[in-house]
């Protein structure tokens, strides 16, 4: 299989690499795909090193799946021409995900609205991804009502230029700002840009996205995102109001019961979900699960997942693992 990474260069292109290495396509036949900066330079894929090609390049090479992960504003422009020449594209941007006609897909959740005539594959947001894990099945046992959000997001979630303003603030550099303060030693209530309305595109993603995976137009949502100065993973508290009641046991057999999570929730020996336990991981970590006494039906939960890892670059070589699968891709070698 010809598979291009578009954006290889970036956190999510680099993360997606290593959950290829880990997945053992060995003999994909990567092309690593990057801006006009990085062309010509090499990035290492099994320990040998690949060019790294331009988009055009890349395109005439027409490979079986592209996944994007270089901004919406490449994904607008590249995406259709890729799925012109017959590849599946699988985009981590913002830029398709609320098209009528591109699936919005967390594999576990809903593949199924993946079809033969699905050029353009869209990857949720990495809030909305982590949080739909774990409502999903509680979605299915007690139908969600009323969702209340607030997040805590890394600043990996805003590339490399975000964790390179961190890591030289903390260092007493001088910082390239990406945000509209520093990000040491502070934290802000501000995701993406502020809408008329004035929430913000990071929350406005939350409550779109959610309504369209779970194929449920009318949840009533409402989210505060906020970043914050770690680089693990986010984290999330949700609050949920369910249309009937629940057992706390059955709530946390459910969480178990799926696949992708873990329940990690003993308040008592302060075990409890971090950015610091999810790097790396590609599953997504619920704890603090407990009543809400103030209101009938609800619950609270602690949501953490690496923003890289089940928030981007897993999930979409997930994807790829089901097209692979239910023989969407034909494959010319056996290479998987
Ligand atoms: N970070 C996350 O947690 C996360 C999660 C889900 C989705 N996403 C989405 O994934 C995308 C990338 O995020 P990131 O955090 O990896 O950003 P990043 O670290 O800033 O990397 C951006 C990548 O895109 C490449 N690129 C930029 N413009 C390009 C163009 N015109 N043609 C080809 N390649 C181009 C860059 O190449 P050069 O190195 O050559 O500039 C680099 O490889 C964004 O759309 C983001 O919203 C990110």
């Known amino acids: ?138 979605h299915s046992a007690y139908t969600v009502k009323r969702l209340v959000i607030s997040t805590y997001q890394s600043v990996t979630g805003t590339g490399v230029a975000a ?49 369209k995976i779970l194929s449920s137009p009318a949840m009533r949502i409402t989210s505060t995102v906020v970043r914050v100065p770690v680089t693990g993973g986010h984290s999330e508290a949700v609050n949920i109001e369910f249309e009937r009641d629940f057992d706390l046991k059955d709530v946390v057999r459910l969480l178990n019961d799926f696949p992708g999570i873990i329940v990690y929730d003993d308040p008592k020996n302060n075990k409890y979900p971090m950015p610091l336990l999810s790097e790396g991981k590609n599953d997504t970590f619920v704890g603090r699960i407990r009543r809400d006494f103030s209101n009938p039906n609800s619950l609270n939960l602690w949501v953490v997942s690496d923003n890289l890892r089940k928030g981007a670059a897993t999930n979409a070589i997930q994807i790829v693992e089901y097209l692979v699968k239910n023989q969407l891709i034909t494959l010319n070698n056996n290479s998987l």
């Open 1 to 138: 299989m010809k598979l291009a990474v578009v954006g290889v260069t970036g956190l999510v292109g680099s993360v997606m690499l290593k959950v290829l290495e880990e997945y053992g396509y060995e003999t994909v036949d990567l092309v690593p795909v990057a801006s006009s900066r990085s062309v010509g330079k090499t990035i290492d894929y099994f320990g040998k090193p690949r060019k790294i090609v331009s988009v055009e390049d890349a395109i005439a090479m027409k490979p079986e799946v592209a996944v994007f992960s270089a901004g919406a504003s490449a994904s607008l422009q590249y995406a259709p021409q890729f799925a012109a020449v017959g590849t599946f594209v699988i985009d981590n941007s913002s830029a398709w995900r609320m098209h009528d006609h591109v699936p919005l897909v967390v594999p576990e959740i809903n593949a199924n609205t993946i079809t033969k005539d699905t050029k353009i594959i869209a990857n949720p947001n990495c809030s909305t991804i982590q949080m739909v894990m774990a409502l999903a099945p509680l």
């Open 163 to 211: 964790v390179k303003q961190l890591h030289d603030e903390i260092a007493g550099r001088d910082a390239v700002q990406v945000y509209p303060y520093p990000i040491h030693k502070n934290l802000f209530p501000h995701g993406g840009t502020f809408n008329e309305d004035g929430y913000t595109t990071e929350e406005q993603k939350l409550v779109d996205e959610t309504r």
